[in-house]
């Protein structure tokens, strides 16, 4: 009881007589000394606490999206080289990027830096590229993601599409003249399959076509939503052989007659991305600029297969950028006094979000360790690319959701998170054609038309 008095009588002495005089007026002071010198000393702290407060400041735990640590499985060298390009995104993209996405356009500048980087080609052998592995290449990707998925698609394509397609079709000549280049980024590609009348079946149902003469191939048609084609230096041009009825491969250059690109307006994901609508009208093609290795459908689906892999990354990193985002937000935005990350539904939301990136990333991680055991299948990449963008337009609503009105605003950055992943969902392959893929491969049953 002693004790108890002592300590009322501490917090009495810090305040003063006018205080005490106040409190008295809506207190009943004698009635509080009889209730407290009742208490128990578990209760009496917890009324001390309440009313003299905790003087320990609560700091909320270091950002960490990467909650299964999968990022541990990395090598000191391939961690150091991640935290290298998480650094320079950090610096000199993510300060522009609204910039350019609101006013539809590319910031050209950052080319000869993004050069200097040196991850373009990362995965491929010689010609000026690192030889790594398909891991690391993932994780580059979902590092671009995480910051801006309009450039982690330039790269995508001009690293993987135009690359990919000379890398893995083309001449020992034609790799020789291209790769170096456009591993510098002094020479961008593009990739030219989707047609405005076929996406979905471009396997059978090219309209665009080929066909020899003495002069070279002439090519007629058109292609649509072709990423980087309004300033490309070459486009691979996809077409049906007229004589054969077979799919092949060309590399078309910007000046070669016949050849012109008419920008995509309008767009409201990805609006970095410069898209174009090629139009071919006897586009002659020298015979030393088709592909050699380029005969049916099946070697284009092998760079797709390749690219696909990239695509589930990148998903996964559009989804970390939203939900780091939004996790900071939810820490420093105050409602009632307190921040929002303290409200039970908010939590929820996060949980919810993070649920679905710890999968996604273990998912793709699983992914390109398989395609570095020379493992990967079609289905393998389909279900990854399914699963990870029908999960990550989850995630950036939530993200959107728990920001309220600020969230479909550029400078918080989930709005063009939320925007993008709607492109990402979409292209190089529809949710519902990978699934077919996938299906196809659990069932021994093909379902396509």
């Not at 979902?142 to 890398?167: C, K, W």
């Not at 592909?291 to 459908?297: G, I, K, R, T, V």
């Not at 649920?355 to 395609?371: D, G, V, W």
Request: hydrophobic share 40%.
């Amino acid at each position: 009881m002693i004790k108890k008095i002592k300590n009322i009588v501490r917090l009495l002495k810090s305040i003063d007589l006018e205080q005490i005089e106040k409190i008295s007026q809506k207190v009943d002071l004698p009635a509080v000394m009889s209730a407290v010198s009742k208490m128990d000393d578990n209760q009496l702290k917890g009324v001390m606490k309440m009313l003299t407060g905790s003087t320990k400041k609560r700091e909320a735990p270091p950002i960490d999206a990467d909650f299964y640590a999968v990022e541990a499985k990395l090598s000191v060298e391939e961690r150091a080289l991640q935290l290298k390009v998480r650094e320079f995104l950090e610096r000199e993209i993510k300060p522009l990027v609204n910039k350019y996405w609101l006013h539809d356009e590319f910031p050209f500048e950052i080319i000869p830096k993004l050069a200097e980087l040196n991850v373009c080609g990362y995965v491929f052998e010689g010609y000026g590229c690192a030889g790594g592995s398909s891991l690391m290449d993932g994780i580059i990707a979902a590092e671009f993601g995480r910051i801006d998925p309009s450039i982690a698609t330039f790269l995508g394509v001009q690293s993987g599409l135009a690359m990919g397609s000379i890398y893995m079709c083309g001449s020992e000549a034609q790799k020789q003249e291209w790769l170096p280049q456009m591993q510098r980024l002094e020479k961008i590609g593009a990739f030219g399959l989707t047609e405005p009348e076929v996406g979905s079946a471009t396997a059978g149902g090219l309209t665009t076509t080929c066909r020899k003469t003495e002069n070279g191939w002439v090519l007629n048609g058109q292609k649509k939503w072709i990423g980087n084609s309004t300033f490309s230096d070459i486009t691979i041009i996809w077409a049906r052989d007229l004589d054969d009825g077979q799919v092949k491969g060309f590399i078309v250059r910007k000046e070669n007659p016949g050849f012109m690109v008419e920008k995509i307006k309008g767009k409201m994901a990805l609006r970095i991305v410069q898209n174009g609508l090629i139009t071919l009208t006897d586009c002659v093609v020298p015979e030393n600029d088709r592909l050699p290795n380029a005969n049916s459908f099946k070697d284009t689906a092998k760079v797709l297969q390749m690219t696909r892999a990239g695509v589930a990354w990148m998903a996964v990193g559009c989804a970390r950028g939203a939900y780091e985002n939004a996790l900071e937000y939810t820490l420093n935005r105050k409602q009632f006094g307190k921040p929002i990350a303290s409200f039970q539904l908010i939590q929820n939301h996060l949980v919810e979000m993070l649920s679905n990136l710890t999968a996604m990333q273990t998912l793709t991680f699983r992914l390109s360790e398989l395609q570095d055991e020379g493992k990967l299948k079609d289905e393998h990449a389909s279900l990854a690319k399914v699963f990870c963008t029908l999960r990550t337009r989850d995630i950036v609503s939530r993200a959107r959701e728990v920001m309220g009105g600020n969230g479909i605003l550029l400078e918080y950055n989930v709005a063009r998170f939320l925007a993008d992943a709607e492109a990402i969902y979409s292209y190089e392959g529809t949710k519902e054609i990978n699934s077919l893929i996938v299906g196809r491969s659990i069932t021994g049953i093909s379902a396509f038309v």
